[in-house]
T-cell receptor
Framework: DTEVTQTPKHLVMGMTNKKSLKCEQH?????MYWYKQKAKKPPELMFV???????INESVPSRFSPECPNSSLLNLHLHALQPEDSALYLC?????????????FGPGTRLTVT | KNEVEQSPQNLTAQEGEFITINCSYS?????LHWLQQHPGGGIVSLFM???GKKKHGRLIATINIQEKHSSLHITASHPRDSAVYIC??????????FGTGTSLTVIP
């Protein structure tokens, strides 16, 4: 299984809602990543987990809260988002954080904040 | 200044043409990646290379470490090659530095 899955595919939420994005991989990868991508721009790194511990937080606002409950799962909890947070949210994984590895990307969750 | 620069930003080609996309980087890297993103979102890794040249089907990627430059070539282009191609450099922490992407349209 060389797939990273993400749910939901699409999400529309109001600014007062709380929702979660989910990412799953069963490749035994120990590094997992959240990216945010706006239209016609490259992905921007948000968070990196290595061995289920938060390794990198790229100064992301606290309305985004990541969680890595086990080595296969990565969640992104959303609360009190702003319309400018509307974007494609991509999850990725790689075997390890250190070294040179390909990252395997999920299909993304397209988020619209109304 | 972005650590990874790509050119061209947009490219339109006729089916069958030979296509080249260029990538220059200013950071020290452990590897250079070429990624493909179709409309709708998902990103696929095409190549990871740290020296020389790699080939997969009609796609060829080269890297010149001394000149800090990489190219992605597509031979006999096809409309299904239409996508955004992204160059990304990684350091030893496997953090990606993304280029701005090249939007390729291949016309039948």
């Amino acid at each position: 299984d060389t797939e990273v899955t993400q749910t939901p595919k699409h999400l529309v939420m109001g600014m007062t809602n709380k929702k979660s994005l989910k990412c799953e991989q069963h490749m035994g990868h120990r590094a997992m990543y959240w990216y945010k991508q706006k239209a016609k721009k490259p992905p921007e790194l948000m968070f990196v987990y290595s061995y289920e511990k938060l390794s990198i937080n790229e100064s992301v606002p606290s309305r985004f809260s990541p969680e890595c409950p086990n080595s296969s799962l990565l969640n992104l909890h959303l609360h009190a988002l702003q319309p400018e947070d509307s974007a494609l949210y991509l999850c990725a994984s790689s075997p390890r954080l250190a070294g040179s590895y390909e990252q395997y990307f999920g299909p993304g969750t397209r988020l619209t904040v109304t | 200044k972005n650590e990874v620069e790509q050119s061209p930003q947009n490219l339109t080609a006729q089916e069958g043409e030979f296509i080249t996309i260029n990538c220059s980087y200013s950071v020290g890297i452990s590897a250079l990646h070429w990624l493909q993103q179709h409309p709708g979102g998902g990103i696929v890794s095409l190549f990871m290379l740290s020296s020389g040249k790699k080939k997969h089907g009609r796609l060829i990627a080269t890297i010149n470490i001394q000149e800090k430059h990489s190219s992605l070539h597509i031979t006999a282009s096809h409309p299904r090659d239409s996508a955004v191609y992204i160059c990304a450099a990684t350091n030893t922490g496997n953090q990606f530095y993304f280029g701005t992407g090249t939007s390729l349209t291949v016309i039948p």
